[in-house]
């Protein structure tokens, strides 16, 4: 695997190369990521993976700092799995080189809601690094975990109205034998906190098995399940049926009508925040 820096040494990495498939992360990899980059191989040659913690998409009061940055460790994991051929690691001078002025702005009703509510700025922030990356790269395929649900949809429409020549792939949640999604954050858990943790997706498979069984109190549901939360120690931010295609609430006539619907949910365990889907 070939470790560059720069946009010019990619460049000079990937010249003549137009299938690449490109993996974005924030490092500080996991068995999740690893199977991205798995996915990746399926769809083009060569893999690009990327490391960086992107600045831009964490608010004043957020983890930026202590983002873990194990580049050392991410190098070796990737060097073990064999998938990628050039791992893009850039520093932020090479990828801000001057301060970022134009941004990409994701429309409000869907880049406000849910995660946009609670961490304003963070869908700009990250639309405006995945399109730098992209513009990079330029790989024919890009893979994105459906973990970070809203954050590939947003992508996915980005790529579509700017007409970009890239493929958006979604992969499978990655989860621990208990159900837990894997997430870097998930090192910051107490030993109790990772015991608690399965709650989150236990009750969105409960939530689920009630609507498929024709529960239409949708309200009360996902009352119930934040309540299950807050009463096991939780900070819940939303947990919430919607529609697939738009993140809206569904109305009654797309319950009945099997409007394809997702349930997702952010909450806090302690100091970690957590988030979580699953499609119905
Ligand atoms: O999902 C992530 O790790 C990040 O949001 C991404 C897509 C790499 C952009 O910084």
Redesign the pocket.
């Known amino acids: 695997m070939k470790v560059v820096h720069t946009i010019q040494e990619l460049r000079d990495q990937l010249r003549g190369q137009n299938r690449a498939a490109f993996v974005?992360?924030?490092g500080n990899l996991h068995e999740g990521h690893l199977q991205l980059m798995k996915e990746a191989r399926q769809h083009g040659d060569p893999v690009v993976a990327s490391i960086?913690v992107?600045r831009l998409?964490f608010g004043p009061n957020e983890d930026f700092d202590r983002y873990p940055r194990t580049l050392a460790a991410d190098i070796e994991k990737l060097e073990a799995a064999r998938d990628v051929y050039v791992l893009f690691a850039p520093d932020e001078r090479e990828l801000y080189p001057e301060p970022q002025n134009f941004r990409v702005q994701p429309p409000a009703d869907l880049g406000d809601i849910l995660e946009g509510e609670f961490r304003p700025g963070f869908f700009e922030g990250?639309s405006t690094?995945?399109l730098k990356l992209l513009s990079c790269v330029q790989p024919r395929t890009a893979v994105?975990g459906k973990k970070?649900y809203q954050?590939l949809m947003i992508v996915r429409n980005m790529c579509r109205q700017f007409q970009l020549p890239v493929d958006i792939v979604a992969h499978e949640t990655v989860r621990d034998a208990d159900g837990l999604a894997m997430s870097s954050r998930n090192r910051f858990l107490s030993e109790a906190e990772r015991a608690e943790a399965p709650r989150l997706y236990a009750l969105l498979q409960g939530l689920r098995e009630q609507v498929i069984a024709g529960e239409m109190d949708v309200a009360a549901l996902e009352r119930a399940a934040q309540d299950d939360l807050t009463a096991h120690g939780w900070q819940v931010d939303y947990l919430a049926l919607r529609r697939q295609h738009d993140l809206r609430a569904p109305a009654a006539a797309d319950i009945e009508g099997k409007t394809p619907l997702v349930i997702v949910a952010a909450a806090k365990l302690g100091a970690t925040r957590l988030i979580d889907n699953l499609e119905v």
């Open positions: 974005p992360t924030m960086f992107n998409q990250v690094v995945v994105f970070d954050q």
